[in-house]
């Protein structure tokens, strides 16, 4: 996998967890992660992309402390990200989304 993606991949998966589901309502979890990952896509940086994703989502904040460091990982590969998340944003949500419930467990 290109530099970077991995650690954008547990970014997402924070983010993901850290999400009350149950207070989403509407569709499918999967489709509304999907959602509001395209439109959060649209971002300029990574921490643009979080910030955007964690307002949709309703998220104040996330449990524990690696989020710098995984912010910090996807920086230097930014644009390349970005670019992966909008035009591949339905496989990225679903990596995400699997990660997070490898998690779990």
């Known amino acids: 996998?290109?530099?970077g993606r991995e650690a954008l991949i547990d970014l997402?998966?924070?983010?993901y967890r850290a999400v009350d589901w149950?207070?989403?309502g509407g569709s499918s979890v999967q489709d509304r992660w999907s959602g509001m990952l395209m439109v959060a896509s649209r971002a300029e940086t990574v921490g643009e992309l979080?910030?955007?994703?964690?307002k949709r989502l309703?998220?104040?904040?996330?449990?524990?402390?690696?989020?710098?460091?995984?912010?910090?990982?996807c920086e230097p590969y930014e644009a390349d990200l970005l670019d992966w998340v909008d035009r591949e944003?339905?496989?990225?949500?679903?990596r995400a989304y699997s990660r997070a419930r490898e998690r779990r467990s």
């Open 58 to 73: 309703g998220v104040g904040s996330v449990w524990g402390d690696t989020m710098p460091a995984q912010i910090a990982a």
């Open 89 to 94: 944003t339905v496989p990225v949500a679903m």
């Open 50 to 54: 979080v910030n955007n994703l964690c």
């Open 1 to 3: 996998m290109p530099p």
């Open 22 to 24: 149950r207070a989403q």
């Open 12 to 15: 997402l998966a924070s983010i």
